[in-house]
């Protein structure tokens, strides 16, 4: 190969490195198909450090209490990471009352919901420490919260527990 055949070489593989550098960078700021770019940078959008982190990880930061000065940045990522975990289910089971299953349930705003407890005791899921439910043993309730701050997130307690035992993800 002769000297111009080699410079041409070079030039062309360095045409095709700018052009695969300029369409991965633009792969990366272009939303995904059926999204705007102003959905893809809303708050409820998992944040890059969700994925790394593992179930475990997500689900004890989603039980933590916030702060009552956190920031919005705080609020925000809480608010992620209980929304990367948040399942649709038929119903919420609180048969072992400290480990309700799902963890995070999404609920629609206004609709009720079926609570089941198959265990032999009864217990009592508390919302916001006014809403009180009771579900007695190897029983189905359907029960209707009143989620008064609209779609958010909503703690509860089971069986006077001091702490949120699972979380209520809802939506609109």
């Given at each position: 190969?002769?000297?111009?055949?080699?410079?041409?070489?070079?030039?062309?593989?360095?045409?095709?490195?700018?052009?695969?550098?300029?369409?991965?960078?633009?792969?990366?700021?272009?939303?995904?198909?059926?999204?705007?770019?102003e959905?893809?940078?809303t708050?409820?959008?998992?944040?890059?450090?969700?994925?790394?982190?593992?179930?475990?990880?997500?689900?004890?930061?989603?039980?933590?209490?916030?702060?009552?000065?956190?920031?919005?940045?705080?609020?925000?990522?809480?608010?992620?990471?209980?929304?990367?975990?948040?399942?649709?289910?038929?119903?919420?089971?609180?048969?072992?009352?400290?480990?309700?299953?799902?963890?995070?349930?999404?609920?629609?705003?206004?609709e009720?919901?079926l609570?089941?407890?198959?265990?032999?005791?009864?217990?009592?899921?508390?919302?916001?420490?006014?809403?009180?439910?009771?579900?007695?043993?190897?029983?189905?309730?359907?029960?209707?919260?009143?989620?008064?701050?609209?779609?958010?997130?909503?703690?509860?307690?089971?069986?006077?527990?001091?702490?949120?035992?699972?979380?209520?993800?809802?939506?609109?």
């Amino acid at each position: 190969m002769n000297r111009t055949q080699l410079i041409f070489v070079f030039v062309l593989l360095g045409i095709a490195a700018v052009v695969i550098i300029a369409n991965t960078l633009s792969k990366q700021r272009t939303p995904s198909p059926g999204t705007s770019s102003e959905s893809a940078q809303t708050p409820s959008a998992s944040p890059p450090e969700a994925a790394s982190l593992s179930l475990e990880e997500r689900e004890r930061i989603a039980l933590s209490p916030l702060a009552q000065d956190a920031s919005i940045e705080e609020k925000e990522r809480h608010f992620a990471i209980a929304q990367s975990i948040a399942q649709v289910a038929p119903y919420l089971d609180i048969t072992e009352c400290e480990t309700p299953n799902p963890l995070v349930l999404k609920v629609k705003s206004g609709e009720a919901l079926l609570v089941i407890n198959e265990g032999s005791v009864a217990h009592t899921i508390s919302i916001g420490g006014e809403q009180v439910f009771s579900i007695v043993a190897n029983s189905r309730k359907s029960i209707q919260p009143n989620f008064r701050e609209g779609p958010w997130l909503y703690g509860y307690g089971c069986d006077n527990s001091s702490y949120e035992v699972g979380l209520f993800f809802v939506t609109p």
